[in-house]
């Protein structure tokens, strides 16, 4: 019971810097979208090919959270916009990004003329889910290589996302995979969301979910 | 602070569930491995072959740990083992598996005659590293889709455990996966650790992975 008043105590300070975080992104014209999804999903390579397609049209800033590494904020780097890397190792290897620890990020983030922030969360399917960063929307990343039953397995995470990503779809002819399947599971816990099936590798899908991108962005400017 | 103090004190009382756990485990015969892995690494997949394979020769029992559910118990089920599913979403959704609650799924299971105890933790490649359950040994379940730098993102989990299982190795030639660098990663993290690579779906690899548990379960009693 202690641990369970302590974690609501957390969250609802969690919620409060995430209002501070939504109100500032509010005044600047920030789009934010908060990416999540298991470790290995292709989260990175979704976020370099979507940064490199749409960069030209609209300015990008990236803050990208890993317990340890800089490795995904390097590749991100090279689509040429600002990266600042979030290693959550210093704040205890936490499996999440938090409000606070977003809101630090910003402030050393170069967002003059940004139109878009893209946040890649730690590689968790389960506990990023519970906190809100003051984002405008969530996308889950999901590989067809993971299986038909993850979002009957990971409710939340596919309750509180506003997009899903089907990605590595160049690797279903070699997989026992069943597309009705995932795209039933994904309507059972969320009826509306829309659901983009791309393959970062070979760009196949991209043009549908970078439109709806794009269009998100712009309807809050 | 106080977040990092009341995450300190859970973990305490958490070791002396494990310890109660170990002695009990110990006390019985029983050798007990803790499975962990990204969501999606084919941890159950490798888990019903390891127990049909290895099932006639050494009785064993599973316990399941899944947020929602109970896919992954139906599955084990059919290998003959007794298993007991874990929802943690009675636990409040927990991204891991507490010794408490690995405590009350033993009490529920029948071991009469089990010398090995298999479970099978929530698919996270975070927290679980996290929580001691009195196991005998930790096992790291890393699909080769993943990508090769896992080992470095999420090193606590490749230092507390003591077996890695590269799985999915049938996927290989689809991939563009550079398997030197996987096990060099690994290495950097732990330079003895066994690494078997294996494929759930076609066998290929488990031989040596059979004996090696075989092994180690023979030793325990």
């Given at each position: 019971?202690?641990?369970?008043?302590?974690?609501?105590?957390?969250?609802?300070?969690?919620?409060?810097?995430a209002?501070?975080?939504?109100?500032?992104?509010?005044?600047?014209?920030?789009?934010?979208?908060?990416?999540?999804?298991?470790?290995?999903?292709?989260?990175?390579?979704?976020?370099?090919?979507?940064l490199?397609?749409?960069?030209?049209?609209?300015?990008?800033?990236?803050?990208?959270?890993?317990?340890?590494t800089?490795?995904?904020?390097?590749?991100?780097?090279?689509?040429?916009?600002?990266?600042?890397?979030?290693?959550?190792?210093?704040?205890?290897?936490?499996?999440?990004?938090?409000?606070?620890?977003?809101?630090?990020?910003?402030?050393?983030?170069?967002?003059?003329?940004?139109?878009?922030?893209?946040?890649?969360?730690?590689?968790?399917?389960?506990?990023?889910?519970?906190?809100?960063?003051?984002?405008?929307?969530?996308?889950?990343?999901?590989?067809?290589?993971?299986?038909?039953?993850?979002?009957?397995?990971?409710?939340?995470?596919?309750?509180?996302?506003?997009?899903?990503?089907?990605?590595?779809?160049?690797?279903?002819?070699?997989?026992?995979?069943?597309?009705?399947?995932?795209?039933?599971?994904?309507r059972?816990?969320?009826?509306?969301?829309?659901?983009?099936?791309?393959?970062?590798?070979?760009?196949?899908?991209?043009?549908?979910?970078?439109?709806?991108?794009?269009?998100?962005?712009?309807?809050?400017?």
């Amino acid at each position: 019971m202690t641990e369970i008043k302590v974690v609501r105590k957390v969250l609802d300070a969690n919620d409060t810097v995430a209002a501070q975080n939504r109100k500032l992104f509010a005044e600047k014209g920030l789009f934010v979208i908060n990416v999540m999804s298991s470790p290995g999903s292709g989260k990175t390579a979704v976020l370099e090919r979507t940064l490199v397609e749409i960069g030209g049209e609209i300015p990008s800033a990236v803050i990208v959270g890993d317990i340890c590494t800089t490795n995904d904020a390097d590749r991100l780097a090279r689509t040429g916009a600002p990266v600042v890397q979030i290693n959550t190792d210093e704040f205890g290897g936490d499996c999440h990004l938090a409000a606070h620890v977003v809101a630090e990020a910003v402030s050393r983030l170069d967002l003059s003329g940004a139109r878009l922030l893209v946040v890649e969360n730690v590689g968790n399917l389960v506990c990023p889910a519970e906190f809100d960063i003051g984002e405008d929307i969530r996308c889950v990343v999901l590989s067809v290589t993971e299986g038909e039953d993850k979002p009957l397995k990971y409710p939340l995470m596919f309750r509180v996302c506003d997009v899903a990503l089907l990605n590595k779809i160049d690797l279903i002819p070699h997989l026992d995979f069943d597309r009705e399947a995932i795209i039933a599971n994904i309507r059972a816990i969320d009826q509306g969301m829309p659901i983009f099936e791309i393959s970062a590798r070979t760009a196949e899908g991209f043009a549908p979910w970078l439109e709806w991108l794009k269009e998100k962005v712009k309807s809050k400017s």
